[in-house]
């Protein structure tokens, strides 16, 4: 059932904070290693870290915490995008758009698994 009449609105300076922390350790992990199976998985831990905490508090349905999955995921890959993908200089166009299709293909589809594993439960009141 959720808030029948409490529309709750949406924190967005933590939901931010959350992206920024997750930006700063994409970064280091960034800098320490250029391979970007790496920096996809500090983005994914990261992600992983917030669903865990969503799922604990039990105050989330699907459409807003996808919502809040994919918004942490955007600002968590930026460093990925700027420190690996854009700077290769030996691809050309279509690698980058093939690259760049595939990693939202890919960053869709754990958004949406996170957000099945965040949200509330059935019967929960």
């Known amino acids: 059932m959720g808030n029948l009449f409490l529309r709750e609105k949406e924190n967005w300076f933590a939901w931010s904070v959350w992206g920024v922390v997750g930006a ?3 970064f280091f992990v960034a800098m320490s290693t ?3 199976h790496y920096l996809g998985l500090s983005a994914v ?3 992983l870290l917030l669903t865990w905490w969503m799922h604990s ?3 989330f349905d699907f459409g807003r ?3 809040i999955c994919c918004y942490v995921l955007t600002i968590t890959c930026l460093p990925a995008f700027a420190l690996v993908i854009i700077p290769s200089y030996n691809l ?3 690698d980058v758009i093939v690259q760049g299709s595939g990693f939202a293909i890919v960053s869709l ?3 949406l698994v ?3 594993i965040a949200k509330r439960p059935k019967q929960y009141y």
Do not use: D, E, G
Request: a positive charge; one cysteine or more; hydrophobic letters at 45%.
């Open 45 to 47: 831990v990261i992600l």
């Open 92 to 94: 050309n166009k279509i």
């Open 65 to 67: 915490a996808f919502k």
């Open 109 to 111: 589809i754990v958004c």
């Open 34 to 36: 250029k391979q970007p």
């Open 24 to 26: 700063i350790v994409t």
């Open 57 to 59: 508090t039990k105050r």
């Open 114 to 116: 996170c957000s099945l």
